[in-house]
């Protein structure tokens, strides 16, 4: 089944700024899945729109068997969101910041005892679950927002930057938590503009850059292509056929010019001895620029 299905979804803001310019998305359950882009690019408006924060200028979305605008109480309650900015009351304690959030649901009160208990567990701060929140770590605080977002039980877990201006260690703690909460069965999308991030804990991953998805596809396939120089080859004679040598992908853009492919770790002079074996003769061979590769320098520039 499907966690989360996207059609074409637009949003304009009264300012008349196009921050998703009609996107198509699809989660599979028990993903764990990256939405990337750099600063601006539409994730928060994404999201927003998801949990129903956002109106959406058009388009269609389901989480799970739920139509978004139709039966929306029942699609949110299928989602657990955790915003980027702390904001529970720092004043009250751990354990009345979760519970309140299942009375927020509608929780029977036995219920929600468990499912308080179960997530201050999971997220290991049951021996602080009578501490005001303000006294706690920044990394705890974080964990009390995941403990909130899931105390209701949803299926699909959404995280907006949850590591955005967080130390190091907070964020590996924090990834090893949503590795076990993934491992559990729950759905997670994340949102981040880290791609160590996207890369450590996610499978697959959608790209988003000025309101639009420029990749969606599986995190290795993405990094395999990550990994490949691309260049252009000008030939001295005309060409009929594409020549075939192992270890390069070559195509023919016209009878002068090839575009080779190759992972960055294959040497360049077997392409020239191949091609050369092959009786090509080669005028230049140019670095052509990865879009892809830009992108992710972009992105962890920022
Ligand atoms: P991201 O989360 O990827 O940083 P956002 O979804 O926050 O991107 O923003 C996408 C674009 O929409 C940006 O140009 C941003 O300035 C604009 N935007 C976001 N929220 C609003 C708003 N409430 N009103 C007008 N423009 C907005």
């Keep these: 089944?499907?966690?989360?299905?996207?059609?074409?979804?637009?949003?304009?803001?009264?300012?008349?700024?196009?921050?998703?310019?009609?996107?198509?998305?699809?989660?599979?359950?028990?993903?764990?899945?990256?939405?990337?882009?750099?600063?601006?690019?539409?994730?928060?408006?994404?999201?927003?729109?998801?949990?129903?924060?956002?109106?959406?200028?058009?388009?269609?979305?389901?989480?799970?068997?739920?139509?978004?605008?139709?039966?929306?109480?029942?699609?949110?309650?299928?989602?657990?969101?955790?915003?980027?900015?702390?904001?529970?009351?720092?004043?009250?304690?751990?354990?009345?910041?979760?519970?309140?959030?299942?009375?927020?649901?509608?929780?029977?009160?036995?219920?929600?005892?468990?499912?308080?208990?179960?997530?201050?567990?999971?997220?290991?701060?049951?021996?602080?679950?009578?501490?005001?929140?303000r006294r706690l770590s920044g990394g705890m605080k974080r964990r009390v927002m995941i403990a909130r977002a899931m105390v209701h039980k949803p299926r699909l877990l959404i995280l907006d930057e949850p590591t955005a201006g967080v130390d190091i260690e907070i964020r590996r703690s924090m990834w090893e938590t949503l590795q076990e909460v993934n491992q559990q069965g729950t759905t997670i999308i994340l949102t981040t503009h880290y791609l160590e991030e996207a890369e450590t804990l996610c499978r697959n991953i959608a790209i988003i850059n000025q309101g639009e998805i420029v990749e969606d596809t599986d995190m290795q396939g993405l990094l395999a292509r990550l990994d490949e120089a691309h260049y252009v080859c000008d030939l001295k004679v005309a060409l009929s056929e594409v020549p075939v040598i192992s270890g390069y992908h070559i195509e023919r853009d016209n009878d002068l010019q090839l575009s080779v492919s190759v992972s960055k770790s294959v040497s360049l002079n077997d392409l020239f001895k191949g091609l050369s074996e092959a009786g090509i003769e080669v005028l230049s061979l140019k670095n052509k620029s990865n879009r892809l590769e830009q992108l992710f320098l972009d992105l962890i520039h920022q």
């Design 1 to 133: 089944m499907k966690a989360l299905s996207i059609r074409n979804l637009k949003k304009t803001y009264a300012s008349g700024l196009v921050a998703v310019k009609g996107i198509d998305l699809e989660v599979e359950e028990g993903d764990f899945f990256a939405l990337l882009g750099p600063n601006g690019a539409g994730k928060s408006t994404t999201i927003g729109i998801i949990c129903s924060l956002v109106n959406a200028t058009s388009g269609e979305i389901k989480i799970f068997d739920a139509d978004l605008r139709k039966q929306t109480q029942l699609a949110k309650s299928y989602i657990g969101l955790v915003p980027q900015e702390i904001n529970f009351n720092q004043f009250e304690t751990v354990f009345n910041i979760v519970i309140n959030q299942a009375g927020y649901y509608g929780m029977p009160r036995k219920e929600a005892l468990k499912q308080t208990e179960y997530c201050l567990k999971l997220m290991q701060l049951w021996d602080k679950k009578d501490t005001v929140s």
